[in-house]
């Protein structure tokens, strides 16, 4: 009995949402849906408030949908995100680097808020100039960056992200897909790696809150049992 007494109680993996589900492929699945629809449902929002204020502009045989969007861009900008958002808490095990700040949904809540109100102020708020405008929505990703992540790997991923999705849309104006009004860094604006590298930190936010609330939910079950 003594022997049985002192015996450590190993602790299961995180795994499952539901008592369902036991796979860690399965949550990985399953976060990734909720990822994608996510991103899609920024995508669906954040382009018919750029194409309203005529910034993105696509050929009229494109614009088919509800949405006065391309049919292409929700599916490719949620694939996007779920790759992000899964990418971010593998990130942090690997490297083991600690989270600055308590995760809670108020905080990627307020985070989702300050990137919808950068892209807001890309298409919105008239600048001088597009340096001035760059500048400005540069201080205010960092700022995102610096609020809710601060950690090197967020930054170091939000870097590769911009410059990533940033070469693609310049191949994609590049080929005819569709077009920035005033370009003027090569083919788009001087702004887009700030809202790349800003949708990055905040995806990441997101999938590092549901890698938590599923380990949450592990623990919770684990103790009732």
């Not at 008592?19 to 990822?35: A, K, Q």
């Not at 958002?85 to 808020?113: I, N, Q, T």
């Given at each position: ?13 995180c ?8 796979s ?7 976060r ?50 779920a790759v992000?958002g ?7 095990r ?15 809540m307020?985070?989702v808020?300050?990137?919808?109100g950068?892209?807001?102020a890309?298409a919105?708020v ?11 929505l ?5 700022g ?15 870097v590769g ?9 310049q ?10 009004t ?7 604006r ?5 809202i ?7 995806m ?8 938590m ?13």
């Amino acid at each position: 009995m003594a022997e049985n007494d002192a015996t450590p109680t190993v602790p299961k993996k995180c795994g499952p949402y539901i008592s369902s589900v036991t796979s860690r492929g399965m949550n990985l699945v399953i976060r990734g849906v909720v990822l994608f629809f996510i991103g899609v449902f920024l995508a669906l929002v954040l382009n018919l408030l750029q194409i309203q204020r005529n910034v993105t502009l696509f050929p009229p045989d494109v614009i088919t949908s509800i949405f006065s969007s391309a049919w292409w861009v929700p599916p490719c900008c949620g694939t996007a995100s779920a790759v992000i958002g899964l990418l971010y808490p593998c990130m942090d095990r690997h490297l083991g680097e600690p989270h600055k700040f308590k995760r809670e949904w108020s905080s990627v809540m307020r985070c989702v808020a300050v990137f919808v109100g950068i892209n807001h102020a890309s298409a919105k708020v008239d600048f001088a100039n597009n340096i001035q405008l760059s500048l400005t929505l540069a201080a205010l990703s960092i700022g995102l960056w610096w609020t809710f992540d601060r950690s090197r790997s967020g930054f170091g991923l939000g870097v590769g992200i911009a410059f990533l999705a940033t070469l693609v849309s310049q191949l994609l104006v590049y080929n005819g897909v569709y077009q920035y009004t005033s370009p003027d860094f090569l083919y788009v604006r001087s702004w887009l790696p700030c809202i790349f590298f800003a949708g990055g930190i905040t995806m990441g936010n997101i999938g590092r809150q549901l890698a938590m609330y599923e380990c949450k939910v592990i623990a919770e079950k684990s103790h009732e049992d």
